[in-house]
């Protein structure tokens, strides 16, 4: 579980806990890391409970962070994952640069899942696991630049974030195209409504801490996804099904734009450009 | 990515070399350069970050990328820069030089060092890659300076003064040597933006200057693009936002006493909102 220290994360990371799953939570600071990490080890002693702190915006920490989860589960001689959640997400108002060189929203929310489920792949396929990653309603919005796909030259922070969340509908969409038949794993793209959570506060302008102050009011609480999270990685029933987007434990009809395969799958070979990944030749 | 617009824009640009190629602005630029297919040299003060950078460019945009860490207010460590750039004889055509600081406060709130340093990098940096990069450029093709001056660089700026006069310097002195060198094929852009988010002081400053920050705040990305094809165009002078410009030609109007005194009083009013709000950063 990625961005498992607040908001959608938290809650659905403290269900699977209660319920005595064995957790790997990934979270952006390490002392939110460790507070969260000692909360649900009490609430679940029996169960393996590990958090790693990892700033998503840069593929060197993803990679790094997916490293320290194969050898801690090699320590806890667990040799699969049953599910992985790509959870963490950010809105930043003005454009900012990684490190790296990517705009900050287009590296966390969609390069970050898709090299974390990249690397995890051989874990997931050894228990035929799921993947699971949050897009929202916001999708909808959302297109492919494909001249400027960071929005780089044209930045407008509520754009560039629903692009992210349309690459999120798209990634899922060709990983069970590309993988789904012969890994065993499937992926499911999780529409969590609006939710009352921190995602407008962190870092952004007094304007539009207020905006978003006012808009989360009319949201549920994190719980509600988190329920939905939860039955996606569990629920025997959703595998039968070919559907890539889901709210409410129900297929829900994405975006006319999240259900072109052209571009889900000229998405995927940018994004392995970006992330200096190809696939096909680690398969051959 | 796009070759359409790739061929539209595409001048034969052989290397760029970029100053202060890791900070916010610096590395719009890299990018921006990088996704038109341009070679580039990047310089800064930090090799990770540099290397970090090159890497994730080189990969992405299959461009080559060299860098070389410096410190330009020093100048052994500028004609070294210059020396590394010459090494392997690839010329260049372009020069970005972003590399400049500011330590925001009253004059006499400022160390004579700090002064020193505001004037070493932002003019004698400036002034000596000009030179060095022109004894390496490519001579068959049209050579790009871009100096980045600032919006500040077109008034006397209280609590900014020494920053502000360094980024007038840089104004007409490009505006003159690209008079100069016109007839060599070398174009001069003096780029003049407002304040930008590029760090998290710099966002603190822009909200703490409320509507009016939010309002006269750029991107570094479309500054970027936008300064590169005016570039490419030849063009003096780049005013990015429309606000900007706005307050460009109404601040020319005014005495230059009378611009000093409504700029004070706007910085003074956005330094005690920022200080109230948080005391450690004064």
Same mark, same amino acid.
């Given at each position: @579980? ?5 908001? #959608? /994360?938290?809650?659905?990371?403290? @269900?699977?806990?209660?319920? /005595? ?27 393996? #409970? ?24 090699? +320590? ?39 090299? !974390? ?11 035929? /696991? ?53 890994? /065993? ?18 870092? +952004? ?61 000229? !998405? ?17 | ?13 052989? &290397? ?100 020193? =340093? ?7 940096? =400036? ?59 070398? =174009? ?13 002081? %710099? ?14 705040? %750029?991107? =570094? ?23 900007? &410009? ?37």
């Amino acid at each position: @579980m990625t961005g498992a220290t607040s908001g #959608i /994360g938290l809650a659905t990371a403290e @269900m699977l806990a209660r319920r /005595g799953a064995n957790l790997i939570g990934i979270g952006r600071s390490e002392d939110r890391c460790r507070k969260t990490e000692a909360r649900l080890a009490a609430l679940q002693p029996q169960a393996s #409970i590990h958090y790693f702190a990892a700033d998503l915006s840069l593929q060197s920490q993803v990679r790094a962070a997916a490293e320290k989860i194969r050898a801690s589960l090699r +320590t806890d001689g667990i040799n699969g994952l049953d599910g992985l959640v790509n959870n963490a997400g950010t809105f930043t108002y003005w454009l900012a640069l990684t490190a790296e060189g990517f705009e900050t929203q287009w590296a966390v929310n969609h390069l970050a899942p898709f090299i !974390l489920t990249l690397e995890l792949l051989p874990l997931l396929q050894a228990a035929s /696991g799921r993947v699971v990653t949050v897009s929202s309603d916001s999708h909808y919005a959302g297109r492919m630049h494909w001249d400027d796909l960071q929005l780089r030259r044209a930045y407008n922070g509520l754009h560039a974030y629903e692009n992210t969340k349309l690459a999120n509908v798209l990634f899922t969409r060709e990983f069970n195209r590309r993988l789904g038949g012969r890994s /065993g794993v499937k992926a499911f793209a999780v529409d969590p409504g609006l939710v009352k959570t921190e995602i407008g506060f962190k870092g +952004t302008p007094a304007l539009v801490r207020w905006v978003w102050n006012l808009r989360r009011s009319g949201g549920v609480s994190p719980e509600v996804p988190a329920g939905d999270i939860v039955s996606l990685l569990g629920e025997p029933s959703v595998l039968q099904s070919r559907e890539v987007y889901w709210k409410g434990g129900k297929p829900k009809k994405s975006s006319r734009r999240a259900q072109d395969d052209i571009d889900a799958l000229r !998405l995927w070979v940018v994004s392995e450009k970006m992330v200096g990944i190809n696939q096909d030749r680690q398969h051959e | 990515m796009n070759n359409f617009w790739y061929a539209q824009n595409h001048t034969g640009m052989s &290397r760029v070399m970029i100053t202060g190629a890791t900070g916010g602005l610096g590395k719009a630029f890299a990018v921006e350069c990088a996704s038109r297919g341009w070679n580039l040299y990047l310089t800064d003060l930090r090799p990770d970050l540099l290397e970090t950078l090159a890497v994730n460019l080189r990969q992405t945009y299959r461009v080559r990328v060299d860098w070389q860490a410096s410190d330009l207010t020093d100048p052994n460590s500028r004609a070294e820069l210059i020396r590394q750039a010459a090494e392997d004889r690839a010329p260049f055509s372009a020069l970005i030089n972003v590399a400049g600081v500011d330590f925001e406060g009253p004059f006499f709130d400022q160390s004579p060092q700090q002064i020193r =340093t505001i004037i070493r990098l932002n003019v004698e940096g =400036t002034l000596d890659m000009i030179r060095g990069m022109l004894s390496l450029r490519d001579p068959l093709a049209p050579f790009r300076i871009i100096n980045v001056a600032s919006l500040a660089g077109f008034y006397p700026m209280p609590v900014k003064a020494t920053y502000a006069a360094s980024k007038r310097f840089l104004l007409d002195f490009s505006l003159a040597l690209r008079n100069e060198l016109r007839a060599d094929g070398v =174009t001069v852009t003096a780029l003049c933006p407002a304040g930008m988010p590029t760090n998290p002081e %710099c966002i603190d400053a822009i909200d703490a200057q409320g509507l009016m920050g939010q309002l006269t705040t %750029c991107n =570094t990305g479309s500054v970027a693009n936008e300064t590169l094809n005016a570039a490419l165009r030849g063009k003096a002078v780049v005013i990015p936002g429309g606000l900007n &410009r706005f307050l460009q030609a109404a601040g020319s109007l005014l005495p230059g006493v009378w611009v000093a005194e409504l700029v004070g009083w706007r910085w003074k009013a956005a330094r005690r909102k920022r200080f109230a709000q948080n005391p450690a950063a004064a």
